[in-house]
């Protein structure tokens, strides 16, 4: 990871902007930041990729893209469940999801992968 403070791990610009450059990582954050804080609790993880319900992409999110995520601490991932929710770093990510919602008409149209959100 790209450092540590008090056990926590701090998300760097790099790391933030890696995380947003996959469609299916991009799709997980983006409906987690559509949530909210006040809705944070978990979703299902069709909910966030709706194409998860397909085996390739299944097993792209499981083997890549979620431990990837969950390594940078930007979300939580009960495997069992199959569920996600912000982890303790989603804040430091949530300013780069911000600045590109507000920017989103400005951004290629598939910037949200399959998501019509």
């Known amino acids: ?22 469609a299916k990582r991009r799709a997980v954050l983006l409906t987690l930041y559509d949530r909210g804080a006040e809705d944070a609790g978990p979703i299902p993880v069709e909910e966030a990729v709706p194409e998860a319900r397909s085996t390739p992409a299944h097993v792209a999110l499981t083997h890549s893209h979620l431990p990837k995520l969950v390594d940078h601490d930007a979300i939580r991932w009960d495997r069992e469940n199959d569920t996600v929710a912000p982890g303790p770093a989603f804040e430091a990510i949530e300013p780069f999801v911000d600045r590109l919602d507000a920017g989103r008409e400005r951004l290629p149209g598939d910037w949200r992968g399959e998501s019509d959100r």
Do not use: Q
């Open 1 to 22: 990871m790209d450092g540590s403070r008090d056990g926590e791990r701090e998300l760097t610009a790099d790391a933030c902007l890696t995380l947003l450059a996959n």
